[in-house]
């Protein structure tokens, strides 16, 4: 069993690993809140224990429904917690180490489970909330309660396991799945001194409805507000480079015609005039990596910091507050900040005359969006 949840999880790593790389469109859910759900399902289930392979597996089959309530973390992973009532059968003619007598038992259990969920049909295709059918695995701990005979008394015993299984889901709705589950389970025998095995296997197949309180919501990282503003940031710092540019050109060619008509030259030092308008470079939820918008922007910048040494700058990092705790929001704004600071750097701006400040979580702070909340804004220190 460890070996097949060892080869289970290197095949959800690899298809994880595929997902990032081939999935342009990343989806996020906006609220903790959101997407949290229930299930209710039955079907059958049969026991695997060398005792039943004796006299046929299908007069091992018994029926079981579960309950669950869980949530999805994003379109790809989700978790949930399981507890299901069951009943179990027994055929053997071992009993207390003697063979040679028949015995037909059945037993019923508690299972509670825990189950990391893996949306395979998202992580491959990228989500798709019109998609009529998804596929997903599922796999974790499990932990059987019951009554089981140990030296001749009934004693109650919490009998430890894993579970792995594959399942399907039909999006009838935005609020209603329904889906088909098969599941293997292997833990401590439930019938105690009367199986002849340590373990037994549970093989069971679940149908079942699940029910999203208010609905799956999911939100593309990508905003066209964002990306307007930033195309909007790219368009204006050209001008103004262009601008300082032609001014730098005139300043160079009176200062040469001046050397023309002065027997004594005077050292002149062309002071670049800082251009007004702060700098903004925005950043997806949760992250502080620069994407290629962001690297213009600030490489257009640092020209002009280049072009003003004596000029001290800021740079102020912010984060949306309605996403994460206090804490966090202060150390992603110090870490978006620092990023910014290192770019500049990079770009050939002294590490003496630009500061890194972390302003935390702060609310809509432009147009009323929380997308361009996730920004650093480069200004002139006062």
């Known amino acids: 069993m460890k070996n097949k949840l060892i080869i289970l999880s290197v095949v959800l790593l690899g298809l994880a690993t595929i997902a990032n790389a081939a999935n342009k469109d990343r989806w996020y859910a906006e609220k903790g809140s959101h997407n949290f759900f229930v299930s209710l399902g039955g079907g059958i289930q049969f026991c695997v224990n060398?005792?039943?392979?004796?006299?046929?597996?299908?007069?091992?089959?018994?029926?079981?429904?579960?309950?669950?309530?869980?949530?999805?973390?994003?379109?790809?992973?989700?978790?949930?917690?399981?507890?299901?009532?069951?009943?179990?059968?027994?055929?053997?003619?071992?009993?207390?180490?003697?063979?040679?007598?028949?015995?037909?038992?059945?037993?019923?259990?508690?299972?509670?489970?825990?189950?990391?969920?893996?949306?395979?049909?998202?992580?491959?295709?990228?989500?798709?909330?019109?998609?009529?059918?998804?596929a997903y695995a599922f796999m974790g701990p499990s932990l059987t309660i019951t009554k089981a005979t140990i030296a001749t008394e009934r004693k109650t015993a919490a009998l430890v396991g894993g579970t792995v299984g594959l399942g399907g889901k039909f999006n009838v709705s935005k609020s209603f799945d329904i889906y088909v589950e098969a599941r293997?389970?292997?833990?401590?025998?439930?019938?105690?001194?009367y199986s002849s095995s340590i373990a037994d296997g549970n093989v069971a197949v679940t149908a079942g409805l699940t029910y999203y309180f208010g609905g799956k919501k999911f939100v593309k990282v990508t905003n066209m507000a964002l990306l307007d503003a930033a195309n909007g940031d790219i368009k204006k710092y050209k001008e103004l480079l262009a601008q300082e540019q032609d001014a730098h050109n005139v300043t160079k060619a009176e200062l040469e015609k001046e050397k023309k008509n002065i027997k004594v030259q005077e050292v002149v030092k062309v002071v670049e005039t800082e251009s007004a308008g702060d700098r903004a470079i925005f950043f997806t939820i949760g992250s502080a990596r620069i994407d290629?918008?962001?690297?213009?922007?600030?490489?257009?910048?640092?020209?002009?910091?280049?072009?003003n040494t004596d000029v001290k700058y800021v740079v102020y990092g912010y984060a949306d507050k309605a996403t994460g705790s206090v804490k966090t929001n202060q150390k992603l704004s110090e870490k978006r900040a620092q990023a910014v600071v290192d770019e500049l750097v990079k770009n050939g701006v002294s590490a003496d005359q630009v500061e890194a400040k972390g302003m935390g979580g702060q609310e809509n702070m432009f147009e009323n969006s929380r997308a361009l909340t996730r920004v650093v804004i480069i200004e002139r220190a006062k």
Not at 83 to 89: A, C, Q, V
Not at 184 to 193: I, K, R
């Open 184 to 193: 293997g389970e292997v833990a401590q025998s439930p019938f105690g001194d």
């Open 50 to 134: 060398p005792d039943n392979s004796d006299y046929g597996l299908g007069k091992a089959v018994t029926g079981q429904f579960q309950l669950s309530v869980g949530k999805l973390i994003n379109p790809v992973w989700g978790v949930r917690l399981q507890g299901s009532i069951l009943n179990t059968k027994l055929n053997s003619d071992y009993i207390n180490g003697d063979n040679g007598t028949f015995v037909n038992l059945k037993q019923k259990y508690v299972a509670l489970r825990a189950d990391a969920m893996f949306n395979i049909s998202n992580a491959i295709s990228g989500y798709n909330p019109d998609r009529v059918f998804d």
């Open 292 to 307: 290629s918008k962001g690297k213009v922007n600030i490489k257009l910048a640092a020209e002009l910091m280049k072009a």
